[in-house]
């Protein structure tokens, strides 16, 4: 199936608006340099940070109209880079990614202010259109359902986010090995 070019990404300028700040947050270096020259091109005055302290301080500093940050980083959770921005601007534009996607966090972010939850490797054109998207405009609906070992690792991140991030309640309450849980949470979400 052939993806249509947004409208959004004829005319960059006119999706952006007077206000082009974007902070791009993500500890994977040739990533974060990549989707930095990517957004660039698209008419973005770009920052960015390797880490939630640095996220932080440069969102203080000059807070962005909009945001580009991952979950997990080294020293700490991305969503603690997006609080700060939201409270210091509240029409910002905040996109969160990661690698470990779940619906607990996701909806984490939402609630702290992320227009949307994008997995990676996400390219820069679907993080270009979920930054410039319109107020109500609805992403596209999957065509396959998830499979049953997506069912159960969203599971599985569910509760881990309920017990706090606590490894050993998690497995307690999973019935599992603590081992064995560690393993899955140390791999990427299935397909």
């Given amino acids: 199936m052939e993806r249509e070019t947004p409208p959004s990404v004829a005319n960059p300028d006119e999706a ?17 340099r990549r989707l930095a020259r990517a957004m660039e091109g698209r008419g973005f005055a770009v920052e960015v940070a ?12 000059r807070p962005p109209k909009y945001a580009v ?4 980083l080294g020293d700490g959770n991305g969503l603690d880079v997006i609080e700060a921005i939201r409270q210091l601007r509240e029409d910002t534009k905040a996109i969160v990614l990661t690698g470990y996607g779940n619906i607990a966090t996701a909806v984490t972010a939402v609630k702290l202010g992320a227009l949307d939850y994008l997995a990676k490797p996400a390219d820069a054109d679907d993080i270009f259109h979920a930054l410039t998207q319109r107020p109500g405009e609805k992403a596209d609906v999957p065509e396959n359902p998830m499979s049953a070992d997506r069912v159960r690792w969203e599971h599985i991140q569910r509760v881990y986010e309920m017990c706090e991030r606590n490894v050993s309640e998690t497995a307690r309450r999973l019935n599992m090995h603590r081992r064995t849980l560690q393993r899955i949470l140390a791999k990427r979400a299935p397909k």
């Fill in 16 to 32: 952006i608006g007077s206000d082009p700040t974007l902070l791009i947050v993500d500890d994977d270096g040739p990533f974060l």
């Fill in 50 to 61: 390797e880490s939630v302290a640095e996220g932080i301080a440069k969102s203080k500093a």
């Fill in 69 to 72: 940050v991952d979950l997990r």
